[in-house]
């Protein structure tokens, strides 16, 4: 299965904006399956970005986990992310070369948020 930045980033907008803090219950998200939101709950928790727990089981068809709450890398990626402006630059930006890894989404998207703020860095 292929990471899913729009997916990502679903994910990180539902968990920051629960009012709870914690994961909603049932993580479902609209045009996605239970099978794409466990398996990224899983990776994004290898990233650092959300606490998950992992529930992959033997004879499971895909690993997966479910979202407990947001970290603080979570929170920080988010902040920068949740700005559709600044998704649909990075996202434009990033087509043109294909998959990249997650530090250069991370790069770009915080060299668009700059830039959009008229910060030279």
């Given at each position: 299965?292929?990471r899913?930045?729009?997916?990502?980033?679903?994910i990180?907008?539902?968990?920051?904006?629960h009012?709870?803090?914690?994961?909603?219950?049932?993580?479902?998200l609209?045009?996605?399956?239970?099978?794409?939101?466990?398996?990224?709950?899983l990776?994004?928790?290898?990233?650092?970005?959300?606490?998950?727990?992992d529930h992959t089981?033997?004879?499971?068809?895909?690993?997966?986990?479910?979202?407990?709450?947001?970290?603080w890398?979570g929170?920080?990626?988010?902040a920068?992310?949740?700005?559709?402006e600044?998704?649909?630059?990075?996202?434009?930006?990033?087509?043109?070369?294909g998959?990249?890894?997650?530090?250069?989404?991370?790069?770009?998207?915080t060299?668009?948020v700059?830039?959009?703020?008229?910060?030279?860095?």
């Amino acid at each position: 299965m292929k990471r899913d930045m729009d997916l990502v980033r679903q994910i990180l907008l539902t968990l920051s904006n629960h009012e709870s803090g914690y994961a909603p219950p049932h993580l479902e998200l609209e045009g996605y399956n239970k099978s794409q939101i466990k398996y990224h709950c899983l990776i994004m928790g290898e990233a650092g970005l959300i606490l998950a727990e992992d529930h992959t089981e033997l004879g499971d068809t895909s690993p997966g986990a479910s979202a407990i709450r947001l970290t603080w890398e979570g929170h920080d990626f988010i902040a920068n992310a949740e700005n559709e402006e600044n998704w649909t630059q990075t996202k434009s930006a990033l087509s043109k070369l294909g998959d990249v890894s997650f530090s250069i989404w991370g790069s770009v998207l915080t060299s668009v948020v700059k830039q959009n703020l008229g910060i030279n860095a």
